[in-house]
């Protein structure tokens, strides 16, 4: 016996608006996350590079930690571990940006650590010869630039971590994929529906990409 199958656009295209209450709350954990990421990274990434061993030792414990296990797991453990261990629950959006966080902000010390490191020795040493103390220096000579070099990764960094919210509809995050899964409850419509919050995630990232790209020209030329 044959089987034909025929792609309903109609059933697509009327999950659009059931599945477009998910993006406030993708946008919210990764943006959100990747805000708390940032801070995380900039601080492990200059511990990375600190002179001082015992400083530099917990950077790379966390950094092998957080980008050896994935993700997935790091969130399911924030959602169901971290209560056991703390004794009170951890709420679903809590524990995507907190995954996100300290998912991204491992990634995020490498690009600091490699960015800065970018920056050739003789830039520190004509500030310092200028009379500019080394927190001067960093601040005015050094950051300035590694910050512009670190925009294409950290723009990948957040491209990735958008499509990571699609792992937390595991805890029950109101995400994209959570809002397909519950629409494909009721309309066993599930190959339309995916191909919608695909097709969202990609609008999603591409727009960031277009907004990224420009970033980086003004960056370049600004230099």
């Given at each position: 016996m044959e089987v034909t199958f025929q792609f309903d656009w109609a059933a697509a295209f009327r999950s659009i608006p059931h599945l477009l209450p998910g993006i406030p709350w993708t946008l919210l954990i990764s943006f959100g996350g990747l805000a708390i990421g940032f801070l995380i990274g900039i601080i492990f990434g200059l511990l990375r590079i600190s002179p001082i061993r015992w400083l530099r030792w917990p950077a790379i414990v966390y950094v092998e930690v957080f980008r050896g296990t994935p993700i997935l797991v790091q969130v399911l453990f924030i959602f169901y571990g971290l209560p056991q261990l703390l004794g009170s629950p951890i709420n679903a959006l809590t524990a995507g940006i907190a995954a996100i966080a300290v998912n991204s902000g491992a990634y995020i010390s490498e690009v600091v650590?490699?960015?800065?490191?970018?920056?050739?020795?003789?830039?520190?040493?004509?500030?310092?010869?200028?009379g500019l103390s080394r927190s001067q220096s960093f601040r005015y000579v050094i950051w300035p630039q590694a910050l512009r070099r670190m925009i294409p990764p950290l723009g990948n960094q957040a491209i990735i971590s958008i499509k990571d919210t699609s792992l937390f509809s595991v805890i029950g995050v109101g995400e994209l994929v959570r809002q397909g899964q519950v629409y494909i409850a009721t309309t066993f419509t599930a190959l339309e529906v995916y191909f919608m919050v695909a097709l969202l995630y990609l609008c999603i990232t591409w727009t960031l990409s277009i907004l990224l790209r420009q970033l980086e020209r003004r960056g370049l030329a600004g230099q």
């Open positions: 650590r490699g960015g800065v490191q970018s920056i050739e020795r003789g830039q520190r040493e004509a500030s310092l010869s200028l």
